[in-house]
């Protein structure tokens, strides 16, 4: 199943967390991602390598460009 917070619309999507904290978002055809929205940014990755997260937020808050 799904995990939806806040204002987020998921379809024909399964296995997916989406977080909306600031604006709405829409998640359709997608399987096994996190979506996860605040008012710093949006963060879309596989369940898979979630905990990589840190690393995204890491990089935003430094306002570096990470490509790697």
Known sequence: GNAVRGGAVVI?????????????V?????DGVAVIESADGVVVVPLERAEEVKRVVEALGSDQTATS
């Open 26 to 30: 829409a998640v359709v055809g997608m």
């Open 12 to 24: 024909d999507s399964e296995d997916s967390l989406v977080v909306s904290t600031s604006r709405p």
